[in-house]
């Protein structure tokens, strides 16, 4: 079934919505942006239809809706502890095709990673629905065609908004009871087909390959301009990895709260050892790790998709201006240089 909304209708049916679901999406935040006088869009509950922000990209992921940047696993005292509440509502999301596929990655990670289950990313995704919102072309750092990413059939509902209102397509019967009464109308979900930014997915299926590229010297490049602050991978629709710690109460180092906080593998320290040893202790290391592991590892070892999804998040949030579409079209030079050398060389 397909209704057309005007802002009014749109926001009786959000009404109905939230009192069976808490409803998240794209939200603006005036004034809270990097510079002064920038605001920041950002995820967050929304209560009236003009909320939700849909003409531009959110500056951070959808993934915070699942798994905030700290949250608390456990209290504990001297010879105890209890698990943390999960919220009982279902939570229902409006996201873009990228999103809807970026949180199939984290699924992947956190719930299906050898065999082992995340409990506490698990009992969250459990309550989690989709509305997807039509995409209306995103900006100059997406990619999402070249990644596969710019579409979905993982939907209940989806959206197209319009100044005025929106159309609605229902996916699953059990929303047509909160559009009860409202215009019937006529909408398909229309998909990106084509960005201005386009990414060749770099061939390393050679280990050679691989091997060569990880010496080349345009990791280097990366020393000298990457500040290793970290927030292309906070801002990244698919990055997952986090760190813990403790909390302690009052004087008490035996009564607290541990957390899980976001972390960051282009952070210096980050992979460091008993006996201060670090695998990668130069922001070119850092950043071929990310890169090889956005465009190689995963698909290696999970064998579905790339880990990246084309959202660009991380190229709108660096400071130093790194592009990640730019970095890998080096990628693709050096490796086609690689293999040209290991021709001459008859290898
Ligand atoms: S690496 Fe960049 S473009 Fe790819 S999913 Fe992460 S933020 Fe988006
Ligand atoms: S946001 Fe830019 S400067 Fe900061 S760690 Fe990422 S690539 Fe480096």
């Excluded at 409803?23 to 869009?41: H, M």
């Excluded at 849909?54 to 001297?78: A, C, G, N, R």
Aim: net charge neutral; charged share 30%; proline share 4%.
């Amino acid at each position: 079934m397909e209704y057309s909304l005007d802002i009014a209708q749109a926001d009786r049916v959000l009404e109905a919505l939230r009192r069976d679901y808490r409803v998240y999406a794209p939200k603006r935040f005036p004034k809270q942006g990097r510079y002064s006088d920038t605001d920041i869009i950002r995820y967050d509950e929304v209560r009236k239809f003009e909320e939700i922000v849909w003409k531009e990209k959110s500056d951070y992921p959808m993934k915070e809706v699942v798994m905030p940047i700290q949250q608390t696993l456990f209290y504990y005292t001297e010879d105890e502890y209890r698990t943390s509440k999960n919220p009982v509502k279902p939570v229902l999301i409006l996201a873009r095709p990228c999103d809807i596929n970026a949180q199939h990655i984290q699924d992947e990670i956190y719930a299906g990673n050898g065999g082992y289950t995340d409990y506490y990313y698990e009992r969250m995704r459990g309550l989690v629905k989709f509305a997807m919102m039509e995409c209306t072309g995103g900006d100059d750092t997406c990619f999402c065609v070249s990644m596969g990413s710019n579409k979905t059939d993982d939907y209940s509902m989806a959206v197209r908004f319009r100044e005025d209102g929106a159309d609605v397509q229902i996916k699953e019967d059990s929303f047509d009871t909160y559009f009860e009464g409202m215009p019937k109308g006529s909408y398909t979900p229309a998909f990106v087909e084509e960005n201005e930014t386009k990414v060749t997915i770099p061939d390393l299926s050679d280990k050679q390959v691989r091997l060569a590229l990880k010496k080349h010297p345009m990791w280097r490049e990366f020393d000298k301009r990457c500040i290793s602050c970290g927030s292309c991978t906070v801002a990244c629709s698919t990055c997952t990895c986090f760190s813990t710690r403790d909390l302690s109460y009052g004087d008490n180092p035996e009564a607290g709260e541990r957390r899980r906080v976001t972390a960051s593998c282009q952070i210096a320290g980050f992979d460091q050892m008993a006996g201060q040893r670090e695998f990668r202790d130069t922001a070119g290391d850092r950043m071929r790790y990310k890169i090889l592991h956005k465009f190689h590892d995963y698909k290696a070892r999970f064998k579905t998709r790339h880990m990246c999804v084309g959202c660009g998040r991380c190229a709108h949030r660096c400071p130093e201006l790194i592009s990640i579409s730019a970095t890998v079209s080096k990628v693709n030079d050096a490796v086609n240089e690689i293999k040209a050398e290991m021709a001459q060389q008859g290898r």
